[in-house]
């Protein structure tokens, strides 16, 4: 069975729905998706609005990005200071 991806606003919307007065039953169903996927999503994304989403993602990008720049910055100076202990 083919996983779907679902965006942050699409979880959201559907989480916004089960908040609208249906039950989270029949928005899992309506959806296609379990009621553990559900709880789960409601868990993360549950106090947020589109605007908090979007924020969120980008400040998730951004990290990840910042952990790749430490990291090979740490490399570099790992290297360094292994060709610098070596004596001549």
């Known amino acids: 069975m083919k996983r779907k991806v679902h965006s ?5 919307r559907i989480l916004r729905q089960a908040d609208g ?3 989270a ?7 296609n998706i ?3 996927t ?3 999503w409601k868990q993360k ?6 605007a908090d989403a ?9 990290n990840s990005e910042l952990k790749k720049m430490l990291a090979e910055s740490m490399l570099k100076i790992r290297v360094l200071e292994e ?3 070596k004596k001549w």
Request: proline share 0%.
């Open 83 to 85: 060709v610098n202990s």
């Open 8 to 12: 942050v606003e699409e979880i959201i």
């Open 34 to 36: 379990s009621e553990q």
């Open 45 to 50: 994304y549950g106090g947020m609005e589109l």
């Open 21 to 23: 007065g249906e039950t």
């Open 38 to 40: 559900f709880y789960r």
């Open 25 to 31: 039953q029949a928005v899992c169903r309506e959806h």
């Open 54 to 62: 979007k924020r969120f993602k980008e400040l998730e990008k951004e």
